[in-house]
């Protein structure tokens, strides 16, 4: 079988490329790997080649020992994904198109036969993604559009590091080829929060690792929370926008509330920028840009269960192998089921000392009580860049 005709086989199960009955659309997902793919050459090659700016050869070598890490010591899969390099000759790889109702942050999910439903919608072209845009607001819908750096075929192609991976130093490299490694270990169909939240978590634990590997102090508490108190204060307006939705309110009055929530959003955020960060205008230009629900959808997305994971590592003594398992084992269970013990196991992380292991009693009570739970709130800490 040919590169090319594999390239075609297994666009469908691609999660960042969403499902969609148009040939076109198809076509478009077919030509844009198939180009990925061909612009590929080995790492080492371009480090060797002294005509290559010394910035990316340095670029590249430090992303090598961060890959040689990630298999050695966070058991990532060993393979050639990240060892090969493509320079697309864009800033990002794909957009990604997000939507949601006017009156709901249920986003509009799009499907593919083997990687089930994703909440967004990939193209290869910034334009193509800005018509996608375009009709979903002619459908009344909020919508979003993310440029994404880097994604993950789950294996089935090796994936290469790409010049849009290199705009945010190597440390930033190295989290990124975390995440898209932790993809290929583990992969629900159809569970795009249990998917992001655990790639984050391995990418999250696997940067403290790495820093402590080379020597380096941990990453500046300050900076953490501050993206933490952004983050808790998304969701918290995702929360109340929830609450509003639900509630029968004509539409007119419906598009005034939702409108004041965002405006206190952006209130709650100047005060907190000058009260508790010293005037650091980081998240500055996401807050002032034009919001709607679309805009809100990845900070669940991506970071949902990280404190389920963090705990279920604890629990397993911070032991990669058998946490994967465990993993593994969560990802098979029925949906319901599934969250239901991930609920547990982010209760657990708030409320027990982590720095003790869990008894085997206390591990064996969270197994038992999940199935019983119902979902509640959001829970989680997020990179504010997807």
């Not at 499902?19 to 793919?37: E, R």
């Not at 050695?72 to 198109?97: E, G, I, T």
């Not at 319901?336 to 991930?342: E, G, N, S």
Request: hydrophobic letters at 40%.
């Amino acid at each position: 079988m040919t590169l090319r005709i594999r390239c075609l086989l297994a666009i469908a199960l691609i999660p960042l490329l969403n499902g969609c009955s148009s040939a076109a659309y198809y076509a478009q997902l077919a030509d844009g790997q198939w180009q990925l793919l061909k612009a590929r050459q080995p790492v080492a090659k371009v480090i060797a080649d002294p005509q290559q700016p010394p910035v990316l050869r340095q670029h590249l070598a430090n992303a090598q020992a961060a890959r040689t890490f990630a298999s050695q010591h966070l058991y990532l899969p060993d393979n050639q994904s990240y060892r090969l390099y493509a320079d697309l000759k864009r800033p990002y790889v794909v957009w990604n198109v997000f939507a949601t109702p006017e009156f709901s942050l249920n986003p509009v999910t799009h499907c593919f036969p083997i990687a089930g439903c994703v909440a967004y919608r990939g193209f290869y072209s910034q334009g193509a993604a800005r018509g996608e845009a375009a009709l979903q607001h002619q459908q009344g819908n909020d919508v979003f559009i993310s440029g994404v750096e880097a994604y993950s075929t789950l294996g089935w192609f090796d994936d290469p590091i790409l010049n849009s991976m290199l705009t945010w130093g190597d440390e930033r490299l190295a989290t990124l080829i975390f995440h898209e490694l932790a993809h290929q270990r583990v992969y629900v169909k159809d569970d795009s929060e249990f998917n992001e939240s655990f790639a984050s978590f391995v990418e999250q634990e696997g940067t403290r690792q790495w820093r402590a590997h080379q020597g380096l102090p941990p990453s500046s508490r300050d900076s953490l929370k501050q993206r933490e108190q952004f983050v808790g204060l998304v969701l918290n307006t995702r929360q109340r926008l929830q609450d509003l939705y639900a509630q029968p309110v004509p539409d007119a009055e419906m598009r005034q509330r939702k409108a004041a929530e965002f405006e206190r959003m952006r209130r709650e955020y100047r005060q907190l920028r000058h009260k508790e960060w010293a005037g650091n205008n980081r998240f500055d230009a996401w807050v002032n840009a034009p919001m709607n629900n679309a805009k809100l959808l990845p900070f669940g997305l991506y970071d949902q269960w990280v404190p389920a994971f963090a705990a279920l590592f604890e629990h397993l003594d911070r032991d990669w192998p058998r946490f994967y398992r465990e993993v593994e084992q969560l990802g098979k269970l029925p949906r319901q089921q599934r969250k239901a013990a991930l609920e547990q196991w982010a209760r657990a992380n708030s409320q027990l000392d982590l720095n003790q292991p869990f008894t085997a009693q206390e591990a064996n009570a969270l197994v038992l009580q999940a199935p019983l739970l119902k979902a509640s709130r959001n829970l989680g800490i997020s990179a504010f860049v997807m």
